[in-house]
Structures are given as C-alpha cells and as structure tokens.
C-alpha cells in the first residue's frame, strides 16, 4: 500500500488556511442555530399555549401549573410525558397532535422545560 501521509501533509501545509475558514465559521453557525430553535419553542408556546399558561400558570386547573416542583409531583417533568399531552391533549386542555407538527411540539416541550426551570421568570 502507497504512504499517503507525505502528500496529505503537504496538502495541509497549503490549504490549512482554507480548512479552518471552513471550520471556523461552525463554531458561529451551530450555536446561532441552536439559539434560534430555542427562540422558536418559545414563540410556539406563546402562540399555542400562553392563552391558558401565562407565565407557566395554569388558567383553567390552577393546581396543574407548569412551574418545576408542580411538574415533578405530577410526573411531567421530562420531555416524552410533556410531549404526549401536547399530542393527546388532557381533561380541559385541548390536543395539538393534528395542528401542530411533531418538530414543532419537541420544539415547544423543549423550551417548557426549560422554562419550568427557573419558573418561567425570564
Ligand atoms: C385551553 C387551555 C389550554 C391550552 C391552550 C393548553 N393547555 Fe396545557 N393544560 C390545560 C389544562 C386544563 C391542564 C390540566 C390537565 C389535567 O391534568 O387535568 C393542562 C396541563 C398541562 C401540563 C401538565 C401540567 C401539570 O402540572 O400536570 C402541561 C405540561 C401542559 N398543559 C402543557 C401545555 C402546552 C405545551 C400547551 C401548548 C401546546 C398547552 N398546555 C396548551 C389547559 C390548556
């Protein structure tokens, strides 16, 4: 078998510079991605949920609130339980399985916990 290693050192030798401005501009862009998705769950529950949970409350069983230690004692506090409700919809709160897609409502459970972390006081 050949030795590449010498011509794949020479090559870098050269394009080093433009291997980097290729790399470089990922460590910008993922994080902005990141940021932006984030940015989306967070639109989506204002647009779908805010109407009965303002600021994590609940307006219709006010005991069943999105706030950290209510979702714990409930067993809500983890992505697929968030999620299945949001889909399957629960007594008074309506299901979202056919109106929202099934990124759109990882997006917004996402965002939820998240939110429910510091009780939605940003
Ligand atoms: C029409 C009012 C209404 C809307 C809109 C609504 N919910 Fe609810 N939500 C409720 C009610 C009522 C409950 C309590 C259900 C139960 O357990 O009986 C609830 C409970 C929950 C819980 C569980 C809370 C707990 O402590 O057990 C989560 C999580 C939740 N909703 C998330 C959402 C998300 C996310 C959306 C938007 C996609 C949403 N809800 C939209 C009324 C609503």
Known sequence: MENYWPLFIEIMDKYW?????FILPCFVVFPT???V???RGETLFQL??????AG???IIIPEKSLKKETLEE???NNLNAIVYQIVNGKNGMPAFGGRLTE??????????LEASENNFQD
């Open 37 to 39: 998705r984030d940015q």
């Open 56 to 58: 994590g409350n609940n």
């Open 17 to 21: 510079s433009v291997a980097l401005a």
């Open 74 to 76: 409930n067993g809500m």
């Open 103 to 112: 990124k759109e409502i990882q997006e917004i459970a996402t965002y939820l």
């Open 48 to 53: 779908n949920c805010s109407v009965c949970h």
């Open 33 to 35: 991605l990141a940021t």
